[in-house]
Every structure is written in C-alpha cells, then in structure tokens.
Nanobody, 120 residues
Framework: QVQLVESGGGLVQPGGSLRLSCAAS????????MGWYRQVPGKERELVAR???????DYADSVKGRFTISRDNAKNTVYLQMNNLKPEDTAVYYC??????????????WGQGTRVTVSS
C-alpha cells in the first residue's frame, strides 16, 4: 500500500508561484512513476506533469515552460513548482503513483488533492 498526501495549495495572484508537495509512504517509492493531475468541476481529470522512476519528465502543453516536476527519492516526495500562474490553472491538484509490476498487474494510487486558486 502507498499513501499519498499533497500539500502546498492555496490562493495566489496571477503571475505568482506555488510549490506543491506530495509525500508518499512505502519503501519502494523510487520505483514508482509519479504524476500531478488536476481537475475542475464538470471536467475530466487531466495530466499536468509526470516523472518516471528514471526521472524522465513530460508536461501538458498548457504548463510547459511554467511548471517543473521533480522528485526526491530520499524523502519519498514529489514536487510541482508552478510559476507564472494563470487563472485557468485553478483546480484541485492530485498526486498519483503508478507502478507496473507485470503485464497483468500494476499499482495505482491517488492522494486526496490540494486546491489551487489563482485569482486577483
């Protein structure tokens, strides 16, 4: 079992910055691919950024150049640095952990979410 706890959300003005953190339990954190997703009411949850166990990264086009995902395996933590925030970034942000064990089985875990509001 993996437990994920997000933190760092809050209210920020357009153009401001926030850093989200996701603290994970478990002794095999370094083997998990980690991701940040976000969701607003009435819309599907969307991938914002992901970082693999090998530290390869991918970003949604809407956040490229503004957001940076990173991980600290020694602290079992993944981060999302969000710069130049825009009102359309307002959402609940969720941390995800994914591990493929075999062709037929994988682990997938979600945190409870942390709310980010970008407004003047």
């Amino acid at each position: 079992q993996v437990q994920l706890v997000e933190s760092g959300g809050g209210l920020v003005q357009p153009g401001g910055s926030l850093r989200l953190s996701c603290a994970a339990s478990g002794s095999i954190f370094s083997r998990y691919d980690m991701g940040w997703y976000r969701q607003v009411p009435g819309k599907e949850r969307e991938l914002v950024a992901r970082i693999t166990s090998g530290s390869n990264t991918d970003y949604a086009d809407s956040v490229k150049g503004r957001f940076t995902i990173s991980r600290d395996n020694a602290k079992n933590t993944v981060y999302l640095q969000m710069n130049n925030l825009k009102p359309e970034d307002t959402a609940v942000y969720y941390c995800n952990a994914h591990l493929t064990l075999t062709r037929f089985y994988s682990d997938n875990y979600w945190g409870q979410g942390t709310r980010v509001t970008v407004s003047s």
